[in-house]
């Protein structure tokens, strides 16, 4: 019944200390982050890291790209330790363990991708993957403005024989609205073996919704408070599931399961049930 | 009807089998109760509970050393008000025992937290006297023998239910502390929790942990935990549950012939995943068949005859 896929695999949960070779700005606020690391360049679409900014904090960051030992990260500064490490140069050091968690099914062949803000990491790690794979992919991107859609110019090559849907709260690009919208309009006409989301958790709540009402199979990136990551601590549980361990891909028969919070609460840093 | 071989006994807690969930491990979810008493657990500690919440240290609060680990949590916990609803609802749908670690800045916080968390529904306590990573609480008591006695003296005074205390093995003699324990009125005792130590990154030339030290758990401190339990064993008379490093079945079976009546498991469900405790207990139920004994309690304390 648990996947097999999350198996504790001990050299992974070691701490690495490498220097950061590259960093890349995305936005004012979201840069992105690339170091060389064997093991979590093997990581797969989904899975995330611990990345450790020395006596500052640990935090969990999704996987953006992986390949020939190098990987990236993409992070918005939202915090403290977002923020110090957004202001990181090239050469210093980061401590990285993992690669942590479960990962997205890649055998569907009509898929629909949908993911809001920096929501958008893991599935364009998982774009990059499977669109030299004969499938038909619908690519659902939305943010608040133009700018904070990230990784615009490749998600236009790579989806050049595909669909790009793209919503802007301000309608400063593609559609005006949110990002639920453009699915319920896409979904009235076509039907899809697969809808993968990630993003804020009440849009990934409304996403779980319209693929119940539409009986469409999802699977959703879901983000908690981590302490661990390897799940011994329990700062990211959800129902009779820990985020770290069980997830962070969860399908939708889990989902149901954990509809109660799934949207609505999440636990704090002292283990207190509040709301999203 | 077939007797369960499994079935063992501390201080008036039946336990179905004696393999425990050790306090600070996955403790704040009732439906992660739920899913590993599917797996067999016989009885669960929570995560230790004061009576403020806490919001713990600052991460990395766990970093791994070989096959263990070190962690400094920082006793992050909602307080007991909190956490009532959370006595209640276990209380409702486990039918294993659900035993509450407590720890306090004072003894009388020690008190309160213990008797609130007996009226919401616990059936026993566990006083973590031996956190070795929070000031002015857990090994501050423990390793002082007359806060330790006048602390456990206290909450005992005040309880109907039975009274555990998890002993530090941060000590130079833990047969002391275990008799001042005993003394003082501990039904049972937890031996033991972590042991201090730190690690420290060579590239970056930092301590790892936010708090600097933190406490070793796993594999590298059984033989270590094994002793204290072989030394407990000679010194009281009170049952002790083992807990540190126990991985397998053959772990298990090593504490209970060292003297231990149940062992909890912490660091082995990251190593295994939840499912260690059904197959410590399958382990330990073939290696009772094979060798002839009839339930687990025969073996409890078998290698101190020799």
């Given amino acids: 019944m648990w996947s097999k896929l999350s198996a504790y695999l001990r050299k992974y949960n070691i701490m690495r200390t490498i220097p950061i070779l590259n960093i890349k700005t995305e936005n004012q606020t979201t840069k992105t982050i690339t170091f060389n690391d064997k093991l ?3 990581a797969k679409p989904g899975q995330f890291i611990m990345l450790w900014i020395p006596r500052v904090d640990e935090i969990p960051l999704s996987i953006m790209n992986s390949q020939k030992g190098e990987v990236s990260v993409t992070v918005k500064a939202v915090g403290s330790a977002t923020n110090s490490l957004n202001s990181m140069k090239k050469g210093q050091n980061i401590g990285v363990r993992g690669p942590f968690g479960n990962w997205f099914s890649t055998r569907s062949n009509k898929c629909l991708l949908i993911g809001g803000g920096v929501g958008i990491v893991p599935l364009y790690f998982l774009l990059k993957k499977i669109v030299g794979d004969d499938k038909q992919i619908t690519f659902i991107n939305g943010a608040k403005t133009e700018n904070e859609l990230l990784f615009m110019s490749s998600i236009k090559i790579l989806c050049k024989n595909q669909t790009i849907l793209s919503t802007t709260e301000d309608g400063s690009y593609g559609y005006k609205g949110i990002i639920t919208e453009s699915l319920t309009k896409i979904l009235r006409q076509e039907k899809f073996d697969i809808i993968y989301a990630c993003g804020p958790e009440s849009m990934m709540r409304n996403v779980f919704d319209i693929a119940e009402l539409y009986k469409i199979p999802l699977e959703a990136s879901l983000e908690r408070l981590m302490r661990c990551g390897i799940g011994l601590c329990g700062s990211c549980v959800i129902g009779q599931y820990r985020v770290c361990r069980d997830g962070p891909i969860f399908n939708s028969k889990q989902l149901r399961k954990i509809q109660d919070e799934f949207g609505f609460s999440r636990l704090d840093f002292n283990g207190k049930k509040i709301p999203i | 009807m077939k007797s369960n071989s499994l079935e063992t006994h501390i201080a008036g807690l039946h336990l179905n089998s004696p393999t425990m969930l050790a306090s600070g491990i996955m403790s704040y979810s009732v439906d992660f109760f739920q899913r590993i008493a599917k797996e067999g657990v016989g009885g669960i500690v929570t995560k230790s509970i004061g009576l403020e919440s806490r919001k713990g240290f600052e991460n990395p609060t766990i970093v791994q050393i070989n096959n263990g680990f070190i962690n400094a949590m920082g006793l992050p916990n909602p307080g007991i008000a909190s956490y009532a609803n959370e006595i209640k609802k276990a ?8 035993i509450v670690s407590v720890y306090g800045f004072s003894i009388e916080e020690y008190e309160t937290v213990a008797k609130k968390a007996i009226n919401y529904g616990a059936d026993a306590v566990e006083l973590n006297v031996s956190c070795p990573h929070v000031k002015d609480t857990g090994l501050e008591i423990g390793q002082n023998p ?4 006048r602390a456990i003296k206290k909450v005992k005074n005040n309880v109907k239910k039975p009274v555990i205390v998890k002993l530090s093995p941060n000590v130079t003699n833990i047969t002391e502390f275990a008799t001042i324990a005993v003394e003082a009125g501990a039904d049972a005792l937890t031996a033991t929790n972590t042991i201090h130590a730190m690690a420290i990154d060579i590239e970056s030339t930092k301590p790892i942990l936010s708090n600097i030290f933190g406490g070793f758990s796993g594999p590298p401190i059984k033989p270590i935990i094994l002793r204290c339990v072989y030394e407990l064993f000679k010194t009281v008379t009170v049952p002790i549950i083992g807990s540190g490093g126990i991985t397998n079945w053959r772990d298990a079976i090593e504490f209970m012939l060292a003297g231990a009546s149940a062992i909890q498991i912490g660091t082995a469900i990251a190593l295994q995943n939840t499912k260690v405790f059904n197959d410590i207990n399958k382990g330990i139920k073939s290696y009772l068949k094979k ?16």
């Fill in chain 1, 40 to 42: 979590c360049s093997r």
């Fill in chain 2, 91 to 98: 209380k409702n749908v486990l039918n294993i025992p659900l």
């Fill in chain 2, 146 to 149: 007359e806060k330790l006695f």
């Fill in chain 2, 291 to 306: 060798k002839r004994f009839k339930n687990v309690e025969q073996i409890v304390g078998l290698s101190q005859k020799i």
